[in-house]
């Protein structure tokens, strides 16, 4: 029998926290809806108004609305004016550095779908403008080093305030 695809390490994640702090379920409640999700998908591929967003994702006016909403009021997105010539002030809506930081998760859903999911591996991919490669998602530790899931250690963590203040390797 082949090994099991999980985690190593022995620390019960349950000891030590209750579930209303995790960070997935946090996440989870911040994007609670697959139209969120999608929303976000669009605003990522550069979409900024309204009437753009409710027809890209394929949702009424009233859902896309309450979207909108939920998505500026936990900081992923803002509002901006925008005027086209000859018509009224519209409300457009972009990316704010904390929407923009859950690319790579979506990036990474989308990797997943196009392997498990897409027949003919997705309709579209990611590639790196400066060289034309493929883009993959992929985790590697602060040294460096690529790793599978069987090579993580679940380990506590540093108080968050401590992990906000540390910076992230890009």
Known sequence: ??????????LNPRSGW????CSIAQTLEVLSTKSAFL???EAFYGTTRFDDFTRRVGLSPA?????LRELVRRGLLEREDYQVPGQRTRRGYRLTP???DLFPALAALMQWGDRWLGEDGGPVMLRHHGCGQQVDVHLLCRGGHDLKLEELELAPSRTPAARRRQPRRR
């Open 18 to 21: 209750e579930a209303d702090r």
């Open 39 to 41: 929303i976000l998908r």
């Open 1 to 10: 029998m082949p090994a099991a695809l999980q985690m190593t390490g022995s």
């Open 63 to 67: 859902v896309t609305a309450a979207r």
């Open 98 to 100: 904390r929407g923009a």
